[in-house]
């Protein structure tokens, strides 16, 4: 495998599993370069605790963009995950232009809504600014929530395939060349991941009841690891929604809290790659 270089663009949450602290090591440890843009600097996550402190850094953006040209600095791909102002996505929009090798791969995880609603510090400026990075995408990476917010569909707990296909559609509609819609389940106690191209392909698993804060980051992170390590879109897919399954499951066996237990299952998602 060429060794590949991969630029993820999202917020550091100092404590709670998610964003930088869960895509700066698994992608690494997957033996991607993995360089960083924080997009702010928060205490904590924004899902669960309250008071958190949040240093929004859009405003260095255009430095490090500039600094970058003049070093030539260029990823095989990007990664953007949660982002910290509606202002910030201009910014990135810059960047995914400037900091893009001829081939690069462009993954947009809308990362900001989840259950039916936006996260906290997200409103419909946001949304309609995030359908400009979806836009540009090579790849979307969203849950069913954020999905229905990119289209304006309405958000349903239950489903057919009929309604998920025409999110799919309306997701390329917006300019995305290709979908991966996480959190699909069509029978209870099942859940699984659609990729859609010019064909819809369907991966159902076990889904575990008690669902964990940070499993978004933790499968766009194994997805773009496994697909910098020349998996093909459906293959990196599953293997990033079996790794997901391994890290709730393991989380279910100690007490309760904030995130994901991710790190003790990296050495799975290796072997995964590998097989
Ligand atoms: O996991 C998505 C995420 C990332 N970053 C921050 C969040 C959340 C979800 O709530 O609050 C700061």
Redesign the pocket.
């Known amino acids: 495998m060429a060794y590949k270089r991969l630029l993820t663009i999202?917020?550091i949450?100092c404590v709670?599993q998610?964003?930088l602290t869960?895509a700066l090591p698994m992608i690494s440890a997957c033996g991607v370069e993995t360089a960083v843009l924080p997009s702010?600097v928060?205490s904590?996550?924004?899902?669960?605790?309250t008071g958190?402190t949040?240093r929004d850094l859009t405003d260095d953006f255009p430095a490090i963009e500039k600094h970058w040209k003049k070093e030539n600095l260029k990823f095989d791909a990007i990664y953007t995950?949660?982002l910290g102002s509606t202002k910030q996505v201009n910014y990135v929009l810059s960047i995914m232009k400037s900091a893009a090798k001829e081939k690069c791969v462009k993954i947009v995880d809308p990362?900001?809504a989840?259950n039916g609603i936006l996260?906290?510090?997200f409103d419909q400026k946001y949304v309609n600014a995030m359908k400009k990075l979806v836009a540009v995408s090579d790849i979307v990476l969203p849950n069913i929530t954020e999905a229905c917010f990119l289209t304006g569909m309405e958000y349903k707990e239950v489903y057919d395939e009929a309604y998920i296909k025409e999110l799919c559609k309306k997701l390329k509609a917006l300019g995305a060349k290709k979908v991966v819609l996480t959190g699909v389940g069509y029978k209870k106690g099942r859940t699984g991941v659609v990729c859609y191209t010019n064909k819809y392909s369907y991966y159902e698993h076990k889904k575990e009841e008690k669902g964990r804060?940070?499993?978004?980051?933790v499968y766009a992170s194994a997805f773009a690891g496994a697909l910098l390590n020349g998996k093909k879109l459906e293959d990196a897919a599953r293997i990033a929604a079996d790794y997901t399954l391994l890290c709730i499951q393991h989380s279910q066996k100690g007490a309760n809290f904030y995130g994901v237990k991710f790190e003790p299952e990296i050495k799975n998602l290796i072997k995964m790659l590998e097989r």
Do not use: E, K, R
């Open positions: 999202q917020d949450s709670g998610c964003s869960v702010a928060l904590t996550h924004t899902a669960g605790f958190y949040c995950g949660y990362a900001m989840d996260y906290p510090a804060h940070g499993t978004g980051d």
